[in-house]
């Protein structure tokens, strides 16, 4: 019957490498995707190569109702991969009530909830994963995405204490934390801001989110079985 991954923002650059590799070693998807259905019309049509299930699902993680739809959507599960996320760039002081909201309502609360939910579908199997995507600066912190890195970090924490309920049930439990990645996030960067910050990588470029994929295919994979609640760094040397 084949192996079930939900793959939370599958729309995302990070996201739709992570459903193409998966789709290629044969994982059933369920792709959650909230404003990007252009992007996730061109995924599904690249998935048409795979003889797979391949179920989207709509559900807005911004707000409480989304990891409810998300959730009731999902039948048969092995593996969760949270991927959804966005980067607000600006000074900690000029941040709104609102937008604080919604980071912790989109990167820290809906998943946890998701998670909470979810986790009956995955214990007990002979193998089952949580991955999270958090990021370099979760690990590090950085000067103008504060609470960016402080939503990341909740991610790290949330991943590491879980990992130790989960270990007995068969549930692995580990985050990833790319550096910079060539995906939509840095578009707003010039072509001389990005070559400053490739300069500023010890690897001197940034990441594919194919590179991205492959470490989360091996979290997945039974050459990881013996890896739980680890954040496994992939950033170029940027932070050792």
Same mark, same amino acid.
């Given at each position: 019957m084949g192996k079930y991954a939900l793959i939370t923002g599958a729309s995302g650059g990070i996201g739709s490498a992570i459903a193409q590799l998966l789709a290629s070693k044969g994982w059933n998807l369920y792709?959650?995707?909230n404003k990007g259905e252009k992007q996730i019309n061109e995924l599904l049509a690249r998935l048409d190569a795979y003889s797979i299930e391949v179920m989207p699902i709509r559900?807005?993680?911004e707000t409480d109702k989304g990891s409810d739809i998300l959730a009731d959507n999902i039948f048969q599960l092995d593996a969760i991969v949270n991927s959804s996320g966005n980067a607000p760039y600006g000074l900690f002081t000029d941040l709104? @009530?609102?937008t604080i909201d919604q980071m912790l309502q989109?990167?820290?609360k809906s998943p946890i909830v998701l998670i909470r939910k979810l986790l009956p579908k995955l214990m007990g199997k002979p193998s089952a994963h949580v991955v999270l995507i958090s990021s370099?600066?979760?690990q590090t912190g950085a000067a103008c995405e504060v609470m960016y890195s402080?939503?990341?970090?909740?991610?790290i924490a949330f991943a590491k204490a879980l990992s130790k309920e989960t270990a007995r049930s068969g549930v692995r439990v580990n985050c990833v934390a790319p550096g910079a990645v060539k995906t939509a996030m840095l578009d707003w960067l010039s072509s001389e801001e990005l070559s400053d910050l490739e300069e500023d990588i010890p690897i001197g470029r940034?990441? @594919?989110p194919k590179e991205i994929a492959e470490v989360v295919s091996f979290l997945?994979?039974?050459?990881?079985?013996?890896?739980t609640g680890q954040v496994i760094a992939v950033n170029g040397g940027m932070y050792t």
């Open positions: 792709l959650h995707y559900a807005d993680l709104s @009530d609102t989109l990167h820290v370099i600066w979760g402080t939503v990341k970090g909740a991610q940034l990441a @594919d997945l994979s039974k050459q990881s079985s013996y890896i």
